[in-house]
């Protein structure tokens, strides 16, 4: 059985901080489990151009609003706490939280990230850094 708690991570090199979100890696590839979860806040007023080529993504937001915009067509769907989306067709998109709110969602890749993981300049992780 594996048992975390967010405040053990906080601080850790599995606490990945960068100038628009911060990602508190919860499980990953190592835990042999086939998917990694990630509790993720996006800060406030970010904008975030983003394309998981590699990994399917399904995000639970948690607290605070925003929006996605998917970029094939332009979409713009509004996003609240207690609200779901899934990456289902490795989806290229826009992450925007509103001015005046950050965003925190739990967030699971599919297949697992390792935990170093960043963007790329084409906005995706790279498929597999192990």
Known sequence: MIVKKLQDIIGTDDDVD???????????????MGYSVHDTVIKEGAELHMHYKNHLEAVYLIEGKGEIETVEDGKVYDLEAFTIYALDQHDKHILRANKGSHMRMVCVFNPPVSGREVHGEDGAYPADLD
């Open 18 to 32: 960068t100038e628009g979100w911060n990602s508190r890696r919860l499980l990953l590839k190592d835990a042999g």
